[in-house]
Structures are given as C-alpha cells and as structure tokens.
C-alpha cells in the first residue's frame, strides 16, 4: 500500500463493542420512536446491550414485531406499541400503558426528495407534521409526566445537517428539522432546572437496508460514497447508537441543549472552487417543469 495515499477515518470498532460500562443502563427503560427500523433500530440495540428495556413505538405492526424478535436476542426486555406521533390522544396512551421511560429518543420522521415546485400541500404537512410536530408531542409527554413526578429524564432527539445549511430537494424536511434543532435548544432551557436534559443528534450517511426507495435511487443515481466523505467512508449505524447512549449516560450529565453530528465532517465540507452545480430535479431523475 503506498502510504503517501489518504486513507480516511479508520473503521470503527465491531458490533457488539461499547465504550461504557456493562449495565449502564441496567432498571432504566428507553423509549425509541421510529425503532422499528434503520437508524431507530440501531440505536436500540446499543441501549439494549448496556442494558437498557426498550420500548419501540412505530406506525408498522411488522416492522415492531420483526424489531422486537430480534432486539430480544440481546437479553433485554422489549415491548412495543403502535402509535402515529402525530396523534397527541395516541401518544398519551403509550405513555399510559408502560412504566415512564427514563430517556426517550425521537427517531420517528417522514422524508422523501421532491423540489419545491413539485411538493403538495399535503406532502409539506405530512413531513413537518411527522418530523416536528409528533416530536414535540412525544417530547411534551415525556417531559410533562418527568416535571409531575420530580424525576430527571433524557431526550435525544434525532435531527439534521441541513437544519443549518439548508436542503435542496427536502425543503419540507429540512425546515422540520430546523425546528427540531430549536426545540433542543428552547427546551433544554426551560427543563434544565427540573433535570431533564434535551439534546440533537444528526447522522451522516450512515446506509442500512431499511432506507426508502426513493432516497436508495438517489444514493444509487450518486454512485459510489466513501469518496465524497471527508472520511474516505460512510458511517456505520452502531456509530449513532454510541453516540446516543453517551448523550444520554450519566457521563453526560452536563451536557444539554447540544447537538452532537456523527458524520465524519461532511456537513462542513468546502471546496476552494466548489463542486459543480447539478440542479436537484436532474439528481432526482426527473425531466423539465411543466407546471
């Protein structure tokens, strides 16, 4: 090998691996919206191997059920529900129905590229809706039951690169996504004096089989990844899920109304001259506007 080449980020350690201790998590319950799959799913599974009960919340019985059989391989207590975040009755019934959680992970989001011109209404609500709004009622919840019982808690919540760079092709996304960078910040604020810490966490390009087929033809049309990375690689999903059990750890204690990006520095990536400009509805595939 010549090593006058870059090499990138060295990979990360196995699945399995953790930096904290066994049984960090050990009589506390995580709740995890959106862990039925991909990057929900993996950051339970590093909850659950430290320990943790998990309770995953999604709108997809199969999704829960597939989740649930193989989460419970790591000889952790899993339950489930079903539930549209969206639905603030819903969301209280979760919280009805389970032990209170002691940290809960906002995963659950709706996403899929579309330029502006093309978007409907109905698109634009059912994203921000999803992404934003059924965050804040989860959040609202949680946060509502910590304050009457007097206990601390933790939120994560699961944002964005584009909530401050912008994102051509996922207006509706990324403007939710900005607004969940706000609710970190606002409410980590407010909550901080009752012991409940809120803080973001943004993924990199971290693919898994559970991607959308839309964003999968995207990623497909782009070709090959790792050398767009400022790492050289795409990240692994374990990754995020370290991450999270860290913000959430009592190593982490002091750590609040932060959003940490787990994506090897590629959202500040900067050119001298720039990459060319490719308009998103050639990326996407799509021909001319018409109106």
Request: aromatic share 6%; proline share 8%.
């Given at each position: 090998?010549?090593?006058?080449?870059p090499?990138?980020?060295?990979?990360?350690?196995?699945?399995?691996a953790?930096?904290?201790?066994?049984?960090?998590y050990?009589?506390?319950?995580v709740?995890?919206?959106?862990?039925?799959?991909?990057?929900?799913?993996?950051?339970?599974?590093?909850?659950?191997?430290?320990?943790?009960?998990?309770?995953?919340v999604?709108?997809?019985?199969?999704?829960?059920?597939?989740?649930?059989a193989?989460?419970?391989?790591?000889?952790?207590?899993?339950?489930?529900?079903?539930?549209?975040v969206?639905d603030a009755?819903?969301?209280?019934?979760?919280?009805?129905?389970?032990?209170?959680?002691?940290v809960?992970?906002?995963?659950a989001?709706?996403?899929?590229?579309?330029?502006?011109?093309?978007?409907?209404p109905?698109?634009?609500?059912?994203?921000?809706?999803?992404?934003?709004?059924?965050?804040?009622?989860m959040?609202r919840?949680?946060?509502?039951?910590?304050?009457?019982?007097?206990?601390?808690?933790?939120i994560?919540?699961v944002?964005?690169?584009?909530?401050w760079?912008?994102?051509?092709?996922?207006?509706?996304?990324?403007?939710?996504k900005?607004?969940?960078?706000?609710?970190?910040?606002t409410?980590?604020?407010?909550?901080?004096?009752?012991?409940?810490?809120?803080n973001?966490?943004?993924?990199?390009?971290m693919?898994?089989?559970?991607?959308?087929?839309?964003?999968r033809?995207?990623?497909?049309?782009?070709?090959?990844?790792?050398?767009?990375?400022?790492a050289?690689?795409?990240?692994a999903p374990?990754?995020?899920?370290?991450a999270a059990t860290?913000?959430?750890?009592?190593?982490a204690?002091?750590i609040?109304?932060?959003?940490?990006?787990?994506?090897?520095?590629?959202?500040?990536?900067?050119?001298?001259?720039g990459?060319?400009?490719?308009?998103?509805?050639?990326?996407l595939?799509?021909?001319?506007?018409?109106?």
């Amino acid at each position: 090998m010549d090593d006058t080449l870059p090499r990138g980020l060295p990979l990360p350690p196995p699945l399995g691996a953790s930096a904290l201790p066994p049984g960090t998590y050990d009589g506390t319950l995580v709740l995890v919206t959106g862990g039925g799959t991909g990057l929900g799913k993996a950051i339970a599974a590093e909850f659950a191997r430290l320990g943790a009960d998990l309770l995953l919340v999604s709108r997809g019985t199969e999704h829960l059920r597939t989740a649930r059989a193989e989460l419970a391989g790591l000889g952790t207590r899993v339950t489930t529900a079903v539930c549209d975040v969206r639905d603030a009755e819903r969301v209280a019934e979760v919280f009805d129905g389970s032990p209170l959680p002691g940290v809960l992970v906002n995963n659950a989001a709706a996403n899929f590229p579309v330029p502006a011109e093309d978007m409907t209404p109905n698109a634009w609500r059912a994203v921000v809706d999803i992404t934003l709004t059924g965050t804040f009622l989860m959040t609202r919840e949680f946060g509502r039951r910590h304050l009457a019982a007097g206990t601390p808690g933790s939120i994560i919540d699961v944002g964005a690169s584009y909530a401050w760079t912008g994102g051509p092709g996922y207006a509706h996304s990324a403007a939710a996504k900005a607004g969940v960078r706000n609710l970190v910040e606002t409410l980590a604020v407010e909550w901080g004096p009752y012991g409940i810490q809120v803080n973001g966490l943004v993924p990199g390009l971290m693919p898994h089989g559970d991607m959308t087929a839309d964003i999968r033809g995207a990623l497909d049309r782009a070709g090959t990844h790792d050398a767009r990375q400022p790492a050289l690689r795409v990240g692994a999903p374990r990754e995020l899920g370290w991450a999270a059990t860290f913000l959430a750890s009592p190593y982490a204690r002091f750590i609040t109304g932060h959003t940490l990006v787990v994506d090897g520095a590629n959202w500040q990536r900067w050119g001298i001259v720039g990459a060319p400009v490719l308009a998103d509805r050639d990326q996407l595939g799509l021909g001319p506007f018409t109106g």
